[in-house]
Every structure is written in structure tokens, then in C-alpha cells.
T-cell receptor, first 117, second 109 residues
Framework: EPEVTQTPSHQVTQMGQEVILRCVPI?????FYWYRQILGQKVEFLVS????????KSEIFDDQFSVERPDGSNFTLKIRSTKLEDSAMYFC???????????????FGAGSRLTVL | RKEVEQDPGPFNVPEGATVAFNCTYS??????FFWYRQDCRKEPKLLMS???SGNEDGRFTAQLNRASQYISLLIRDSKLSDSATYLC??????????FGTGTRLTVIP
């Protein structure tokens, strides 16, 4: 079964440092997403990406964050000047239309756990 | 007001029991509805999409009531492997999914 692959699985960084989280979406999917989940809280939408540009972003996705598709397979999330409250699990997802409804159904990667010290 | 609200549980049920989870959503323009399950410290995985006419997949039945903005999930004949957090998920807009906080289920031997 096709998978969304994320690296690293866990990253520990010092406050103020920059981190890059990497994702390889499922190859024939056209929409890509980043979500985050702070420990014990709900999954929160950050950004969606289609046709090499951001299609939608949440209030959380401010100037500290950026996304890029540097080549045909990778999709990255960059977090600049990390803060303690950025500690969370970051999930990448990609989507394809549901066969019955046509709605985009997301497949999530295993996540990258970010710990900011 | 929260976009998606769920009873957080926990629900502790014996093997073989039937259990039902409910979810309400606030935006009447919401277009697509899903149930995902999430195991501890793992990614959400799609359990089933929820269609307007209701749908069933084995032991799992999902219902949607657009008038009441209410979604349900019924699990029959619970298995130990059903223990997880069940996430009600609603799409409003082009791509943005709103997740509920999840309902934790523990199936007890």
C-alpha cells in the first residue's frame, strides 16, 4: 500500500534554531498538507499545497513557517527561529479523490516529532 | 465555538459490545465527513468516509444528519484491536480539514 514518508522521525533542537521537516507524498497525489498535533491536543491544520503553491493556510501558519517542493518528490516544512511551543508532532499528508464521493481523502505520514528545548 | 465537537470519553467496553460515538459540527456549509482512528503516538488513519445516505463497512456504521449537523459511528462486536482514539473529521472549504479532539475507546478482555 502506498505510504507517505516523513523524516526525521524525531528531532530535538534548541530554541531559536531552524528546522526542516521532510515528506515524500504518495506519488500520484496532487494535494499535500502539513498538520501538527501538540501532545494531548487535537490535530490542527497548518497548510495545503497544490500545483506548486500554497492553496490554503491557517492562522498558525505565520511568517515563521514556510513550505517548499524543491523537487518532484519532496515536500518540506521549514520552521524558523523555533519556540518552545512549536514542540509537537508534525504530520504530512497527501490526498486523492474518494472513488465514491469525489472528496479528497487524506493519507497521513507517521509524523515527525519536534522537541524544542 | 469549536468547529467539531466530540465526547472525549474514555469509553471502556467489554469485548463483543456495541459502542456508539457522536460528533457535531458547527459549519452548515461543511462538505465532507470522515472518521479516522489514531493509535497512541501514531498518525491518524482513515477508518471510513461518511456519506449522506449512511454507510457500513463490516462492523462499522457511519451516519450523517445534515439538518442536525451530527455524525455518528457505531462499532459492533468490539475487538481488542478497536482500542484507539476515534477522530471525527469535517472538511469545510477547499482543503482544510477540521479535527475533533477525539473519543478514546478501550476494549476490555
Amino acid at each position: 500500500e502506498p505510504e507517505v514518508t516523513q523524516t526525521p522521525s524525531h528531532q530535538v533542537t534548541q530554541m531559536g534554531q531552524e528546522v526542516i521537516l521532510r515528506c515524500v507524498p504518495i506519488s500520484n497525489h496532487l494535494y499535500f498538507y502539513w498538520y501538527r498535533q501538540i501532545l494531548g491536543q487535537k490535530v490542527e491544520f497548518l497548510v495545503s499545497f497544490y500545483n506548486n503553491e500554497i492553496s490554503e493556510k491557517s492562522e498558525i501558519f505565520d511568517d515563521q513557517f514556510s513550505v517548499e517542493r524543491p523537487d518532484g518528490s519532496n515536500f518540506t516544512l521549514k520552521i524558523r527561529s523555533t519556540k518552545l511551543e512549536d514542540s509537537a508532532m508534525y504530520f504530512c499528508a497527501s490526498s486523492a479523490p474518494d472513488r465514491r464521493s469525489g472528496a479528497n481523502v487524506l493519507t497521513f505520514g507517521a509524523g515527525s516529532r519536534l522537541t524544542v528545548l | 465555538r469549536k468547529e467539531v465537537e466530540q465526547d472525549p470519553g474514555p469509553f471502556n467496553v467489554p469485548e463483543g459490545a456495541t459502542v456508539a460515538f457522536n460528533c457535531t459540527y458547527s459549519n452548515s456549509a461543511s462538505q465532507s465527513f470522515f472518521w479516522y482512528r489514531q493509535d497512541c503516538r501514531k498518525e491518524p488513519k482513515l477508518l471510513m468516509s461518511v456519506y449522506s445516505s449512511g454507510n457500513e463497512d463490516g462492523r462499522f456504521t457511519a451516519q450523517l444528519n445534515r439538518a442536525s449537523q451530527y455524525i455518528s459511528l457505531l462499532i459492533r462486536d468490539s475487538k481488542l484491536s478497536d482500542s484507539a482514539t476515534y477522530l471525527c473529521v469535517v472538511r469545510t472549504g477547499a482543503n482544510n480539514l477540521f479535527f475533533g479532539t477525539g473519543t478514546r475507546l478501550t476494549v476490555i478482555p
